[in-house]
């Protein structure tokens, strides 16, 4: 495991590791990266619903509307072709404040570059960070990150359940300020896997929380920032402590299976999604209802999203929280666990699967594992049939949540366990 200073340099980086620090970059001079954003590179996949994924681009440019959590006078973005097959040519790119919808604001707009090119290639399975340029950004501002793909991509790295619209156009319109070329829209990222900022205030080591699609913010409403980081972030600001929170939640995602539609298991990219973030001190780990949920599932019916049908034990989730702590304390940093939130009546709940959440809730609260637990069972259950979600926070599944879950989600944290 590369040290903390490793993690927090570096103009390049694969997905397990970074290359000492460009004379253009700020850290060379004494000032650190620290994650604003971030989201979970999938595999292309067809996914909840259609996405440019699978086919890729080609002669083409994509707008995406992303929201920092804090903000600098410095930015770099991290770009990822973590599952493509083929190097990745990115014919240029732009970062712009967000003018709403695809429009920017035209004196905010900087093109970005890699070892000075404005043209550069990712290989296939890394990750690249543009150099620094200067950029003014405040916390919870809006960014739009451009990219003109020129020669064809193949299919392209993508982050499925953005919950935030994705812009495309034929040509290139990396630097358009309005947006009427980007007719076409997409509720996925393509590529885009971090932005770092540097020149703001000192603030605490960022927050990474880390988990399925309850994190990714599935019922929430699309282009609303109404996802738990969300949430968290402004309640963080709005008690004068702003922080980074970074959100790693990927839809479907388990603690112990691998998947082609909702991502590498939990315990295999923590490394990469939470340790290989810069300039972060806790993270927050909710998961484990779908391991103990798809089995149930696809005994009643058998999707092929979820592929394969394991039938996952409490103690092996379990065994796979005890992992992940273990690799966030080596890395020193700070772990929370939150306990599984009820689902009944959705197929994700039977007696089988309600034993197993019993089991596991009991172990978070009582083990002692945890640095710190935020019981977000109790917190969002309903009052008088504790084995359901409480009807003002259930987005209609059952399962997820709608807005209002969320920030009751975030309020539920004690910040100090955050410390």
Excluded: C
């Excluded at 790119?93 to 000075?116: E, I, P, Y």
Aim: no cysteine.
């Amino acid at each position: 495991m590369p040290s903390t200073s490793d993690r927090r340099v570096g103009s390049a980086v694969t997905m397990t590791g970074a290359v000492p620090a460009t004379a253009s970059d700020p850290v060379a001079a004494g000032r650190a990266w620290t994650a604003a954003w971030t989201t979970s590179p999938q595999r292309p996949g067809t996914g909840f619903a259609p996405n440019w994924s699978e086919q890729g681009f080609a002669d083409q440019t994509v707008r995406q509307v992303v929201r920092l959590s804090i903000g600098g006078d410095t930015i770099r973005v991290r770009l990822s072709n973590a599952y493509g097959t083929e190097p990745l040519v990115i014919a240029g790119a732009t970062v712009a404040l967000s003018a709403g919808g695809a429009a920017v604001h035209a004196d905010t707009l900087r093109h970005l570059t890699a070892n000075g090119s404005k043209t550069f290639t990712i290989a296939a399975g890394a990750e690249q960070a543009t150099d620094a340029v200067p950029f003014e950004a405040a916390g919870l501002d809006s960014v739009a990150v451009t990219l003109y793909l020129a020669a064809p991509t193949g299919p392209a790295t993508h982050h499925e359940q953005a919950l935030a619209t994705s812009y495309r156009s034929a040509r290139d319109h990396r630097a358009d300020t309005g947006g009427a070329a980007f007719t076409e829209t997409s509720q996925s990222w393509y590529y885009l896997s971090g932005i770092d900022v540097t020149g703001g205030p000192a603030l605490p080591p960022g927050i990474v929380v880390f988990g399925d699609s309850l994190t990714d913010g599935t019922g929430s409403s699309p282009d609303g920032n109404n996802r738990f980081s969300d949430a968290l972030a402004e309640r963080l600001a709005a008690a004068g402590r702003p922080r980074a929170v970074l959100n790693q939640g990927i839809g479907g995602n388990r603690v112990t299976v691998d998947s082609a539609w909702f991502g590498d298991r939990a315990t295999a990219r923590f490394a990469r999604d939470v340790l290989g973030q810069p300039a972060v001190g806790t993270v927050i780990i909710l998961l484990g209802i779908n391991d103990i949920g798809m089995s149930e599932v696809a005994e009643a019916s058998p999707f092929p999203t979820f592929a394969p049908y394991t039938d996952v034990s409490a103690e092996e989730v379990i065994a796979g929280y005890r992992d992940m702590i273990r690799q966030a304390h080596a890395a020193g940093l700070r772990a929370v666990g939150a306990t599984v939130m009820p689902a009944k009546p959705s197929a994700f709940s039977t007696l089988r699967s309600e034993s197993k959440r019993t089991a596991i809730n009991t172990w978070i609260r009582t083990s002692g594992a945890y640095d710190a637990v935020v019981d977000l069972d109790r917190a969002l259950r309903s009052p008088s049939a504790p084995d359901t979600l409480d009807p003002a926070f259930d987005s209609g599944d059952h399962l997820h949540l709608n807005d209002a879950g969320y920030r009751a989600m975030a309020d539920a944290i004690d910040l100090a366990d955050l410390a």
